[in-house]
Nanobody
């Protein structure tokens, strides 16, 4: 059974940093496409960053240069390092995974993923 558990969210001031973690079980992270998504109140879920099983990475334009997605296959964990946080980054952040290889241009599309975590809240104050 695939299980994704996010952690690392919290409240920070603008310009601060957070590192989100997504602990995976039931599959091997190195063989899955994985991604980070976020959803703010009243808004649609949007893709933030994705990494395919072959290591291809895609970022949303809004986070390029500030966020870094990575995975530690030995720990079966996906990470999202978030620097220079802005109030508009405030949202619930979700980890997602799928057993297929996903093309780079589709890595930020939520319908490409079949497994989801419960989310972790990130709040950035100005």
């Amino acid at each position: 059974q695939v299980l994704l558990v996010e952690s690392g969210g919290g409240s920070v001031q603008s310009g601060g940093s957070l590192r989100l973690s997504c602990a995976a079980s039931g599959f091997t992270t190195s063989s899955y496409a994985m991604g980070w998504f976020r959803q703010a109140p009243g808004k649609e879920r949007e893709g933030v960053a994705g990494i395919d099983s072959d290591g291809t990475i895609t970022y949303a334009d809004s986070v390029k240069g500030r966020f870094t997605i990575s995975r530690d296959n030995a720990k079966n964990t996906l990470y999202l390092q978030m620097n220079s946080l802005k109030p508009e980054d405030t949202a619930m952040y979700f980890c997602a995974a799928d057993g297929r290889s996903i093309l780079a241009r589709w890595l930020l599309l939520s319908h490409e993923y079949s497994h989801w975590g419960q989310g972790t809240q990130v709040t950035v104050s100005s």
